[in-house]
C-alpha cells in the first residue's frame, strides 16, 4: 500500500485515469453501477465499456475512462469502484 501512496502523491490533477475491473458475470447491473459511482463523486467526463468474459464465463472485464480532479474524489472512485457487487479486482 504505501508504494501505491506514493504514486498518488506524485500524481498532477487533474487526470485522465484509466483503469479497469474484473466482475462477477453473475452481476448484470454492473453498468450502471459504475455510471453512479462517477456521477454520485461528480465524475461527469467518463466512458464504461465492457470487455471480454472469461472462457468459463464466470467472470467479465470493464474498461474505465474518466478526468478526475482531484485526489480525493480519485480515492474516493476507486474505493467505491472495489465495494461495487462482484468486484473481484480494481486494475
Not at 454492473?30 to 462517477?38: D, G, L, N
Not at 467518463?46 to 474505465?64: A, D, H, M, R, T
Request: glycine share 8%; proline share 2%.
Amino acid at each position: 500500500m504505501k508504494n501505491s501512496n506514493i504514486e498518488i502523491a506524485t500524481m498532477q490533477f487533474p487526470v485522465e485515469w484509466h483503469g479497469g475491473l474484473i466482475v462477477s458475470a453473475q452481476h448484470s447491473d454492473t453498468h450502471s453501477a459504475i455510471e453512479r459511482v462517477f456521477l454520485g463523486l461528480g465524475v461527469e467526463c467518463f466512458s464504461i465499456s465492457q470487455g471480454k468474459v472469461s472462457s468459463q464465463g464466470n467472470y467479465c472485464s470493464w474498461q474505465l475512462s474518466a478526468r478526475i480532479d482531484d485526489v480525493l474524489v480519485f480515492r474516493a472512485v476507486c474505493t467505491a469502484l472495489s465495494e461495487l457487487p462482484g468486484v473481484e479486482m480494481l486494475l
